[in-house]
């Protein structure tokens, strides 16, 4: 199974951007479905992840919304009023098993990568 992140591109400040996450399989075999994020000499970071419930980060909550369409294999990050601070590489991951409140920002328990997209707010 391959994941395949797109959406990303040069935003100013105050403007949205949709990422997108195709599976190449079934987007049914994951039964969970994060977003990260990197920023340059900064860590990999948890976004949101949906897995049942839906978590996000508090830097995000209230402006990126996540959603999954089974029909067509892909995860979505809806992201509104884009910031600066929000400049990154973004990543969608896959784990077949459900997350929790207190794991899904774990980049170990992650089994399947994208390769990234990059997505850049201008001020």
């Known amino acids: 199974v391959q994941l395949q992140a797109s959406g990303g591109g040069l935003v100013q400040a105050g403007g949205s951007l949709r990422l997108s996450c195709a599976a190449s399989?079934?987007?049914?075999?994951?039964?969970?479905v994060g977003w990260f994020r990197q920023a340059p000499g900064k860590k990999r970071e948890g976004v949101s992840c949906?897995?049942?419930?839906?978590f996000y980060a508090n830097s995000v909550r209230g402006r990126f919304t996540i959603s999954r369409d089974n029909a067509k294999n892909t995860v979505y990050l809806q992201m509104n009023s884009l910031k600066p601070e929000d400049t990154a590489v973004y990543y969608c991951?896959?784990?077949?098993?459900?997350?929790?409140?207190?794991?899904?920002?774990?980049?170990?328990?992650?089994?399947?990568w994208g390769q990234g997209t990059l997505v850049t707010v201008s001020s």
């Open positions: 949906i897995s049942g419930l839906i």
């Open positions: 399989g079934s987007i049914l075999d994951f039964s969970s």
């Open positions: 991951a896959a784990r077949r098993a459900r997350m929790y409140s207190s794991t899904w920002r774990d980049i170990n328990l992650y089994e399947y």
